[in-house]
Each structure stands twice: as C-alpha cells, then as structure tokens.
C-alpha cells in the first residue's frame, strides 16, 4: 500500500482485501493521505478515531420487542437466512423523500411494525434479514405511488449515492467505471449477505455481472440493477444502461446484468 502511495498511485480501501476493515476505510485512507495536513494531528487521535470505528465489529446488543435488530455487523459467511445492511433500509427516506417516508411509516406503523421501525431505528451497518425488505417491496408500492420495481430500483440508488464514498474514497476524477465493477464482488457483500458475484469485462464500456443463489425474487434483481447504474453513474459513466438478460426468478441458470456506459468528456 505504501508502495502504491508513493508512485502516486490511488490507496484501494483495505477492506477490499479484508472485509472486516470496512468501518475503517476513512480513517486509515485519511492517515495515508499525501497532504499531512489531512492526515490526523497525532498518533493518540489516529488511535482514538481507529478504536472508535474498530467498535462497529463487535456485536450490537437487540433491543427488547426488536426482532429485525441484527446481532452482529456482519452476518458469518455460512449463515442460511438471507441478510441485508441496515443502509438499504435507512436509504428509503433518500429515495422517497422525508414527508413521503413519514407517510409510509405511519401506514406501515400498525400491521407491519417491524417495517416501520426497521426504516429509522436501524443502524446502518447492522444486518437484518432479506425477508423483510422483500416484504417491504411488497406492501410498500400502494401507498408511495409506485410499483415494486421502480420503488427498489429508486431504493438502490439512494443507497449507493448515501456510501459510495465510504467504499471507493479516492477522487471521482479517477474512478472508472470498469474498475468499480471489477470490484463488484466486495461491494456487493457491503450491502447483501447473500450470492455468488462475478463480472466479466466484454470491452471498454460494457460489463457483464452474474450473480447466483439469490432469493429468486424480481423486484430484488430491479434492485440490483439500481445499484449496478448508481456505482456507474458515480464512477463517472454517461447514459447507464443496465440489461437484466437472465433471472434466477425465472428459472435460468444465474441473473445476468449486462452494464453499458458512454464515457464522460
């Protein structure tokens, strides 16, 4: 990494290559920095602002009556109950708008409690299971004017706007989109604890992501071609076109994500 910093090259977050580091990707980046004013004043503050964040790792205590509480930041790698972060969740009030958001909460606030709650009581790193954001593109559409697929697509995006920045802190002047779908991998799991991801570049401007042992839901496939366009839109791609060939809802062997970009000028 060292190396890397100084041939001038861009730092690639640590927890690209162990994920456990996530919640200190900006710490360390920052104290990596080239400009030492941007680095932290001492070693003591450094240490401080790193054990801060190293916390998120450890387990989070479950609220009484919270059954959609996580206990963990990160779900173990063999869990059978499909997981996703908390970010996603919080991300509605982005992708809706605040007085949209309340307007759903309160419908949601009686029969489906723990929808409601999950919207603005969960952390963002905390886990909760798959099921309930199945269910919230479910019985959620009715009452914000949208279908399913539009409202996880909207969704996707507002969450990727929301923490791209923790994942990929470099400059947006040096980000490329083939070079964050490179990455698909580890970014997926920051967001999903479950299916098996690769991407396979087929030119300059277009990728091809596959993806399986997903929940074999439709209108999570319209998610993730919400994030595919987001991580491109913000890696500098012009007039995203996200191609969902293939789907596991479907019964094909895996969901294909053909990704095409224009580049900016």
């Not at 919270?66 to 930041?73: H, P």
């Not at 173990?76 to 499909?82: D, F, H, I, L, M």
């Not at 969704?155 to 923790?166: E, G, L, Y």
Request: hydrophobic fraction near 40%; charge should be positive.
């Amino acid at each position: 990494m060292l190396q890397r910093q100084c041939a001038g090259e861009d730092i690639v977050p640590p927890s690209v290559f162990h994920d456990e580091l996530e919640p200190a990707d900006h710490i360390l980046l920052r104290a990596l920095n080239r400009d030492p004013s941007q680095r932290p004043a001492t070693a003591g503050a450094f240490a401080r602002e790193l054990r801060g964040a190293l916390l998120a790792l450890a387990p989070l205590p479950k609220p009484d009556g919270a059954r959609w509480v996580a206990n963990t930041v990160m779900p173990s790698r063999g869990t059978a109950v499909p997981k996703t972060r908390g970010v996603v969740f919080r991300s509605v009030t982005r992708a809706l708008g605040v007085r949209e958001a309340e307007r759903l909460r309160d419908a949601l606030g009686g029969e489906h409690a723990d929808l409601s709650h999950a919207l603005t009581d969960t952390a963002p790193l905390a886990w909760l299971p798959t099921d309930l954001f199945i269910q919230l593109l479910t019985v959620a559409p009715p009452h914000v004017h949208r279908d399913g697929s539009r409202l996880a697509r909207d969704i996707a995006r507002a969450t990727v706007r929301a923490s791209f920045r923790r994942f990929f802190p470099a400059s947006s002047a040096t980000l490329v989109p083939e070079r964050t779908l490179s990455a698909i991998r580890n970014v997926w799991s920051r967001y999903q604890s479950w299916g098996t991801v690769s991407s396979m570049p087929i030119h300059a401007s277009e990728t091809v992501v596959r993806m399986t042992g997903t929940p074999r839901n439709p209108d999570l496939c319209m998610w993730t071609s919400g994030l595919l366009e987001q991580l491109v839109v913000l890696s500098g791609g012009r007039s995203v076109a996200v191609d969902h060939e293939a789907c596991e809802a479907r019964d094909d062997d895996a969901c294909l994500f053909r990704v095409m970009w224009g580049r900016g000028e």
